[in-house]
């Protein structure tokens, strides 16, 4: 009978690094958007 | 003279200048093409943030004001984020864009070098002349050069940074790289914001935002080179 391999247990960083890196995340990437959106603003302006 | 207008952007020139000697001996230690590219836009950052103090202390001079448009509003950012491009992307593509980029900055410097200027136009209605400004660029298209570079500065840093971010986090490994592309990111905006702000009239925005970016830069950096000593453990979860 073969034996079964377990099915490998998901790997999860400590509690709070679980809830703020996803924030983090979220909120630099919403500054880039917004930052992309002064951009193209300041060089619609500019011609 | 004011604390803000010299002593912030000498802080953040010394600050930059430590931070690209540290990179470019770890690039002769190991040879990263990233580390070259990331020391040198540095170096740049440095530069920017010496002739504002400069300027802070001394007043117009039309070689600073050049160098600092130069190398502090357009090259910076896309030298630094040319590094992370070396460190994400396949060899060929890398190489094409630095060609490209390599280019771009020499008919900027060209641009730049040859601008007329007049330092009276850095006081307007939304500036009062304490900070250097594009404003002083007389010469018609030569500005409109700093939003490209920016462009492609911010999506390759910042986005390099949030994508080895994601990486690391979506794998769950590597926490200490986690965190230190975090600093990164969130660092490497910062001085973005403060030249936007800085356009629209915001005072002091621009220095501030640079000594801070540099320091979290720099603090990014080290924290994704140095794994964490007590690693927060990695917790096993069940399947169930």
């Known amino acids: 009978m073969k034996s079964e391999k377990p099915a490998p247990t998901p790997r999860r960083f400590p509690p709070l690094y679980e809830k703020l890196i996803p924030i983090v995340l979220g909120v630099i990437g919403l500054a880039v958007v917004a930052l992309l959106v002064i951009i193209v603003i300041v060089v619609s302006g500019s011609f | ?240």
């Open chain 2, 1 to 240: 003279m004011s604390i803000t207008h010299t002593i912030l952007p000498f802080s953040s020139s010394v600050l930059s200048f430590v931070f690209a000697f540290l990179i470019l001996k770890r690039y002769w230690a190991k040879r990263g093409l990233h580390q070259l590219l990331w020391g040198i836009g540095m170096i740049f950052y440095g530069i920017g943030g010496f002739c504002e103090a400069f300027y802070g202390i001394a007043g117009w001079n039309p070689l600073i004001f050049r160098l600092w448009y130069l190398f502090g509003a357009i090259l910076v950012a896309a030298w630094l984020g040319q590094g992370t491009v070396y460190l994400l992307v396949k060899p060929r593509w890398a190489h094409a864009l630095m060609a490209v980029l390599a280019v771009a900055s020499v008919y900027g410097a060209v641009r730049v070098f040859t601008a007329q200027l007049d330092p009276s136009l850095m006081t307007s209605s939304l500036h009062t002349g304490a900070e250097l400004s594009g404003h002083a660029i007389v010469t018609p298209g030569v500005r409109s050069l700093t939003p490209f570079f920016n462009l492609y500065g911010t999506l390759t840093l910042v986005g390099g940074a949030l994508y080895s971010m994601w990486l690391f986090w979506r794998k769950r490994i590597l926490l200490h790289r986690v965190l230190g592309n975090a600093l990164i990111a969130f660092g490497a905006i910062l001085p973005a914001f403060g030249g936007a702000f800085s356009r629209f009239g915001v005072p002091n925005a621009l220095y501030i935002c640079e000594l801070l970016g540099a320091i979290f830069i720099f603090a990014g950096y080290l924290r994704a080179i140095t794994p964490m000593k007590n690693a927060p453990q990695v917790v096993e979860t069940s399947g169930a």
